[in-house]
């Protein structure tokens, strides 16, 4: 028996993964499939991947009083998430914040995640669309923000790994004719497009085809209304994968269930039947070789002196209502940092890695939003289907980027739900209540009245999502505030974040063209920006009064780059400052464009396995031997040991090769 | 209130003084093997109402369970009703591929329950039920494994003998199948449009797929996913789901229903004999709405909003009938369509059975009012 002192909870595995969410789960499902030994680590529980733990959140949600992305999943103080409840706005300007994200920039970063197995991707509303071409060199075009260091074609085939992995339903014709984006021949979605809301119609019949102008002087952009593709289960398209087609994957914990969408409008926070795509579907067709491990905090990675990664520590906690936790360590040949993009910035931060180029936390992206809402002439019967079905995809990029960022309009299906908390703001207000518990209630209505007056409000509702690029900026940063920690003792993030006149002129813009479309709707405009609880986004620019809203698509805290001068990790997400780890997710984004990044995050993090593999395949291969006394010079045809090898196509590995200059040429394969 | 518990012993009849002397009857075909084209539409078109016959009585134990509670018998019953959908689609299928043509929007369709159960020799009520022990007792009746019925011109079945059962009804449709493609040839036996069929790209959201049929091959499967999904495959609990569509195996129907009226459900090496030995099943049998099995819209005052409910769904069910004619008559993506009206029949029947029953004798003895599946054509056609 080795006498060699081991940790308590020692183990060791070929990679370990943290994070369970989107970017984890498929880097361990390609690398279990490959064979190897994966550990995922996850800070959060492991509710949800049983059909008992599905409906205890569904009925948490049912009776949450503010149905907010996390309300169906439970506060877990040992691994705590950001809230959108954390944040209020103060009476004048200006916002206060009370949660787990500390914040000290000019505006507050309005978006929170979630900390639990499947991550955030459990509340995402589950649009997929592809980054646009010129979106992956928005520095060298436009003139702002940071290139990547890869292009659409690098990532193109991984775009569609990611589109079969999620199972997007969408039409390809209409993406690339409506969008230019760039699709192989014949290529098709594996699942028809989510079919187009009866608002959808309505928007189209008033705005395909016409002209508008976001400002004075700029160029003419057409409307056009375009179906969004989703990761959601829809009709399967018998023409994908050359005619084999595709099965719908369903739900998780209950056999024989789950199905395609059905329209229960409550896709953000959670999906009842489990039509929309979350990363429980990816684990449950985990190979054995990945071993998940929940409640366990990874609090640093351990690394030797010459910058290998040699593993990490862990707080193992039992109970999520009690602070008691055990330290643990786990050893892996290679650990991937996959815990979003705040996290992973915050763990590089706490062991003091990757910092060469100072990049480590900067860079903090997110799509800020802009709401406009109103009344159309007509019911459109809003909360019907996903959030939102189609959009308005002609202002996504253009000239007019020097200028303003560029924005993707989404059309809510779902009323004035994100603006003003409808319908339940509309019943509260039709009873009476105010928001002030201290005055007395106005006169209420009740019965068939309520019934009449919340159906003839609510069926005309409307409202536009206005999702603008955020250009990578170095001053939006997460730094670590050691003199504030989490139940755990680990240091909270501190976040600073504030917009750049970039955004706020393409919120300007937005606006802009969303008078037009009101205009051509003949919808009565109801949008007002002013401070209060309900705006902590709220902002004045250009002697105008604006409210911002965070999307849910923090990014850019590790970028990724072709200089370990300039950027934290390479075009494979790898630490530039250390060749065994890696940081995957949103936080590698250079730019984000105007797309809902989860679909790009997936394909980067497909592409990343397959390096990932290669490594390790590379870690495992003995050096070759020599015969000891060669001769001088080359032997036509086989000669002892080496002859009968296979020849060597491998990149150069990270470790380095012995004498490369004794290695004969990969590109002369003997072929006899 | 006394706690209901379901009696394990379970060959005798429920009681059904709660019920009219005269049952309506399903009208069946002739006992003897389908002997030509016209014949076996005759027969699939039977198995079509059979199968849709089905449906009503465990849709009103779903929905009587009240909303939140009893959650493991909502997604068994939920389950099981979602793959009789299925199998009235297949059905819909081979019928079509064969040259019939379905027949479900008319009033002929829907016979009116409390039905006797057909091909069947014991005079046995089917009824509207609240979810509970009389409930289930009819459910595995209808889905009882019947080991034993050749079809009827096998030696061992007198010619005067009569339908003894379902599954031997099934088994003679596929006897007549085989005996006509053997007759006529597969081409010309098969020579229905193909542009009627129902395939995956229409309907999947439980147990098994929706596939064309185009043949004696696939139209032996569809018999067999219909009778195995009931019954069970090889005498044991499972259907042949793993076999059939690579997926997972699930105690078949008949078993299903069975671990609710145990309590227990069946563990992997569980046999129909050991009966069920693995964890508790949860049911309060007290959590559950209960109604009149005899009800009829008529019986609900003209003019009360309890009677203007149940027209209302007997209307929406005529809809929903009608929808699915036409998606099984050359319109297959019509099929979709039926999910939403689905959702307005469970809405409807819900605000139902939430209400307590008009008759006050009745809502003294804590029935509520209910769906009646009397199909209100007059205002939707067909």
Same mark, same amino acid.
């Given at each position: 028996m080795s006498t060699a002192p081991r940790p308590a909870g020692h183990c060791r595995y070929d990679v370990i993964v943290v994070g369970a969410g989107l970017a984890g789960t498929l880097v361990a499902k390609e690398l279990g499939d490959e064979g190897w030994r994966v550990l995922v680590l996850e800070a959060g529980t492991d509710t949800l991947s049983t059909w008992p733990g599905h409906l205890d959140a569904l009925d948490t949600y049912y009776t949450a009083t503010a149905k907010v992305p996390n309300s169906p999943y439970r506060p877990?103080?040992?691994?705590?998430?950001?809230?959108?409840?954390?944040?209020?706005g103060l009476p004048d300007g200006g916002y206060r914040t009370h949660g787990y994200l500390l914040q000290n920039g000019p505006l507050p970063y309005g978006t929170d995640y979630l900390r639990s197995n499947g991550g955030t991707t459990l509340h995402w509303l589950g649009l997929t669309p592809r980054m646009l071409p010129e979106d992956f060199a928005v520095r060298s075009t436009f003139g702002y923000g940071k290139d990547w260091p890869i292009s659409y074609a690098d990532l193109e085939a991984h775009y569609r790994a990611a589109e079969r992995e999620l199972g997007v339903a969408g039409d390809t014709a209409e993406q690339a004719e409506a969008l230019g984006l760039p699709f192989p021949a014949g290529y098709v979605y594996p699942m028809r497009e989510i079919p187009r809301s009866h608002l959808d119609h309505v928007v189209a019949a008033a705005v395909d085809g016409v002209r508008v102008k976001d400002s004075a002087g700029a160029p003419d952009t057409t409307l056009r209304v375009v179906t969004t593709p989703h990761a959601r289960n829809s009709t399967p398209n018998p023409h994908y994968d050359e005619g084999r087609g595709y099965r719908p994957v369903g739900a998780v914990g209950l056999p024989d269930y789950g199905e395609r969408c059905v329209g229960n409008a409550s896709c953000v926070p959670i999906c009842p039947v489990q039509a929309k795509y979350t990363p429980l579907k990816t684990q449950a067709r985990w190979d054995h070789r990945v071993t998940l491990v929940t409640h366990a905090v990874v609090s640093r990675v351990l690394t030797h002196d010459d910058g290998r990664a040699l593993g990490v520590e862990y707080l193992a906690y039992d109970d999520p209502a009690a602070a008691a936790h055990t330290v643990r360590t786990a050893e892996a040949d290679i650990v991937v940092l996959a815990a979003h993009a705040v996290e992973n910035a915050k763990l590089l931060l706490l062991s003091g890695l990757a910092g060469r180029s100072g990049q480590v936390g900067r860079n903090l992206m997110d799509h800020p939003v802009l709401l406009t809402w109103g009344l159309l002439p007509g019911p459109t019967g809003p909360f019907r289907g996903p959030a939102s079905t189609s959009g308005l995809e002609g202002f996504r990029t253009g000239p007019a980027r020097r200028n303003?960022?560029?924005?993707?309009?989404?059309?809510?299906?779902?009323?004035?739900?994100?603006?003003?908390?409808?319908?339940?703001?509309?019943?509260?207000?039709?009873?009476?209540?105010?928001?002030?518990?201290?005055?007395?209630?106005?006169?209420?209505?009740?019965?068939?009245?309520?019934?009449?007056?919340?159906?003839?409000?609510?069926?005309?509702?409307?409202?536009?999502?206005?999702?603008?690029?955020?250009?990578?900026?170095?001053?939006?940063?997460?730094?670590?505030?050691?003199?504030?920690?989490?139940?755990?003792?680990?240091?909270?993030?501190?976040?600073?974040?504030?917009?750049?006149?970039?955004?706020k002129r393409g919120m300007v813009a937005a606006k802009a063209v969303s008078d037009r479309i009101f205009g051509l709707l003949g919808a009565e405009d109801r949008t007002a920006y002013g401070p209060g609880p309900f705006s902590p986004g709220y902002f004045r620019f250009e002697g105008g009064d604006w409210v911002f809203h965070g999307a849910g698509h923090g990014a850019g805290t590790h970028v990724m780059g072709d200089s370990r001068d300039t950027s934290v990790v390479d075009p494979w997400q790898r630490c530039w400052d250390h060749p065994n780890l890696y940081a995957v997710g949103?936080?590698?984004?250079?730019?984000?464009?105007?797309?809902?990044?989860?679909?790009?995050?997936?394909?980067?993090?497909?592409?990343?396995?397959?390096?990932?593999?290669?490594?390790?395949?590379?870690?495992?291969?003995?050096?070759?031997?020599?015969?000891?006394?060669?001769?001088?010079?080359?032997?036509?045809g086989p000669t002892g040991p080496l002859g009968s090898s296979p020849p060597d196509t491998s990149p150069p590995t990270p470790a380095g090769g012995s004498g490369a200059g004794a290695v004969p040429s990969p590109a002369t394969p003997r072929t006899s | 209130m006394a706690t209901v518990h379901p009696s394990v012993a379970h060959d005798g009849h429920p009681d059904d003084t709660d019920l009219p002397e005269q049952l309506a009857l399903v009208e069946e075909p002739p006992f003897r093997v389908p002997r030509d084209r016209a014949d076996l539409h005759v027969f699939l078109q039977a198995a079509l109402t059979l199968e849709h016959l089905t449906i009503p009585p465990y849709l009103t134990a779903m929905y009587t369970l009240r909303p939140g509670t009893n959650r493991p018998a909502f997604y068994e019953i939920r389950a099981v009703v979602l793959e009789e959908m299925l199998h009235m689609?297949?059905?819909?299928?081979?019928?079509?591929?064969?040259?019939?043509?379905?027949?479900?929007?008319h009033s002929r369709f829907v016979t009116g329950y409390p039905v006797r159960l057909p091909y069947s020799k014991e005079r046995f009520p089917v009824a509207l039920r609240h979810f509970g022990e009389?409930?289930?007792?009819?459910?595995?009746?209808?889905?009882?494994?019947?080991?034993?019925?050749?079809?009827?011109?096998?030696?061992?079945?007198?010619?005067?003998?009569?339908?003894?059962?379902?599954?031997?009804?099934?088994?003679?449709?596929?006897? @007549? %199948?085989?005996? /006509?493609? &053997?007759?006529?040839?597969?081409? +010309?036996?098969? #020579?229905?449009?193909?542009?009627?069929?129902?395939?995956?790209?229409?309907?999947?959201?439980?147990?098994?797929?929706?596939?064309?049929?185009?043949?004696?091959?696939?139209?032996?499967?569809?018999?067999r996913v219909i009778t195995e999904q009931g019954e069970g495959v090889d005498r044991t609990v499972f259907d042949s789901d793993d076999r059939l569509f690579g997926e997972a195996r699930e105690p078949a129907h008949y078993f299903r229903f069975d671990e609710l009226r145990r309590e227990r459900a069946y563990g992997p090496y569980d046999t129909p004999a050991s009966g069920p030995t693995g964890p508790a099943v949860e049911v309060d049998w007290?959590?559950?709405?209960?109604?009149?099995?005899?009800?009829?819209?008529?019986?609900?005052?003209?003019?009360?909003?309890?009677?203007?409910?149940?027209?209302?769904?007997?209307?929406?069910?005529? @809809? %929903?009938?009608? /929808?699915? &004619?036409?998606?099984?008559?050359? +319109?297959?993506? #019509?099929?979709?369509?039926?999910?939403?009206?689905?959702?307005?029949?469970?809405?409807?029947?819900?605000?139902?059975?939430?209400?307590?029953?008009?008759?006050?004798?009745?809502?003294?003895?804590?029935?509520?009012?209910?769906?009646?599946?009397?199909?209100?054509?007059?205002?939707?056609?067909?």
């Open positions: 877990n103080p040992d691994a705590p998430s950001p809230d959108l409840l954390d944040l209020e303003r960022a560029p924005f993707r309009v989404e059309i809510s299906n779902w009323g004035w739900n994100w603006p003003t908390g409808a319908p339940s703001s509309d019943v509260a207000r039709l009873l009476g209540i105010t928001g002030d518990s201290g005055q007395p209630r106005g006169k209420p209505l009740f019965g068939r009245e309520l019934r009449t007056a919340l159906g003839d409000g609510i069926g005309r509702q409307f409202s536009l999502q206005f999702a603008l690029e955020q250009g990578a900026e170095s001053r939006n940063r997460v730094t670590l505030d050691p003199s504030r920690r989490d139940r755990l003792g680990i240091p909270q993030p501190l976040l600073t974040y504030d917009l750049s006149d970039h955004v949103c936080g590698s984004m250079p730019s984000v464009g105007t797309s809902n990044p989860s679909l790009t995050l997936a394909a980067l993090a497909l592409r990343s396995s397959e390096q990932i593999h290669r490594d390790l395949t590379a870690l495992h291969r003995p050096v070759r031997v020599r015969p000891a006394h060669a001769p001088v010079t080359a032997v036509p | 689609a297949l059905v819909a299928n081979v019928l079509n591929a064969v040259g019939g043509s379905p027949l479900v929007a009389k409930a289930l007792e009819t459910f595995l009746r209808i889905e009882r494994p019947e080991y034993v019925a050749e079809p009827p011109g096998h030696p061992s079945v007198a010619d005067d003998e009569g339908w003894t059962s379902i599954g031997q009804f099934y088994r003679t449709i596929g006897t @007549g %199948l085989v005996r /006509l493609t &053997e007759e006529l040839g597969e081409e +010309e036996l098969f #020579r229905g449009d193909p542009r009627r069929q129902l395939g995956p790209e229409h309907f999947y959201n439980s147990g098994g797929e929706l596939f064309p049929v185009t043949g004696l091959a696939s139209a032996l499967e569809a018999l007290e959590a559950v709405d209960r109604i009149d099995p005899a009800a009829k819209a008529a019986h609900f005052p003209e003019g009360s909003a309890v009677r203007h409910a149940a027209d209302c769904f007997n209307e929406a069910y005529a @809809g %929903l009938l009608c /929808l699915l &004619e036409r998606a099984f008559t050359g +319109e297959p993506e #019509r099929l979709g369509q039926t999910v939403p009206m689905m959702a307005e029949l469970r809405r409807l029947a819900e605000g139902l059975y939430r209400n307590p029953h008009p008759d006050p004798a009745k809502r003294s003895r804590g029935l509520h009012a209910s769906a009646t599946y009397e199909p209100l054509f007059t205002r939707v056609g067909p």
